[in-house]
């Protein structure tokens, strides 16, 4: 199995800041990444897709780059509505799997 | 836009088969480059993809469970269905249908239904 480690676990933000959540995978995915925003009690929402590609209807302020094993995403001005957990995909191989989560709090 | 409704039982006892259904509109089952996903989140471990049913009709499913799991697609009623057989507490999470669009990334997903496996 393709392991996918974020870092950090969690995170205090104010409004306006600039943001970067780190994910590491087990062995080379290519740019098969794509990253998730959940919210309490709701499903996750894709925000990027191979890598870099943003879901339709997300704002630019979310923005993703990376390849081979080390991904990132980076929110360049924290708005009220990110606080939210943050989780990457992996789908390079035929087992699909996602990373343990980041919790973006409100510092 | 896809939109996708879970339903099934909230409590199922140990050992027992775990049967939910998702409920597609907006979209068919049999579109081609789909790939309709059924994905569970439990607090001890996380968001686990649990398998998914092409609109082809082939299936794929998480090594880890593959011994228990059944996806199947009911083109007639534009639904998919999630088999899970001999059901312990481990099992206890929110089950999500979900879609992929094309391989791998998921933009569409169902509300979620709580799972509890208990006695």
């Known amino acids: 199995d393709i392991q996918m480690t974020q870092s950090p676990s969690t995170l205090s933000a104010s409004v306006g800041d600039r943001v970067t959540i780190t994910c590491r995978a087990s062995q080379t995915i290519g740019t098969w990444m794509a990253w998730y925003q959940q919210k309490p009690g709701k499903a996750p929402k894709l925000l990027l897709y191979?890598?870099?590609s943003l879901q339709s209807g997300v704002p630019s302020r979310f923005s993703g780059s990376g390849s081979g094993t080390e991904f990132t995403l980076t929110i360049s001005s924290l708005q009220p509505e990110d606080f939210a957990t943050y989780y990457c995909q992996q789908y390079n191989s035929y087992l699909w799997t996602f990373g343990q989560g980041t919790k973006v709090e409100i510092k | 836009q896809v939109q996708l409704q879970e339903s099934g039982p909230g409590l199922v006892k140990p050992s027992e088969t775990l049967s939910l259904t998702c409920t597609v509109s907006g979209g068919s089952v049999s579109n081609g480059s789909s790939y309709w996903t059924w994905i569970r989140q439990s607090p001890g471990t996380g968001l686990e993809w649990i398998g998914y049913i092409y609109y082809s009709g082939n299936t794929n499913y998480n090594p880890s469970l593959k011994s228990r799991v059944t996806i199947s697609g009911d083109t007639s009623k534009n639904q998919f269905s999630l088999k899970l057989t001999s059901l312990t507490t481990a099992d206890t999470a929110i089950y999500y249908c979900a879609r992929g669009p094309g391989w791998g990334s998921i933009d569409s997903w169902g509300q979620g239904t709580l799972v509890t496996v208990s006695s």
């Open positions: 191979k890598a870099s």
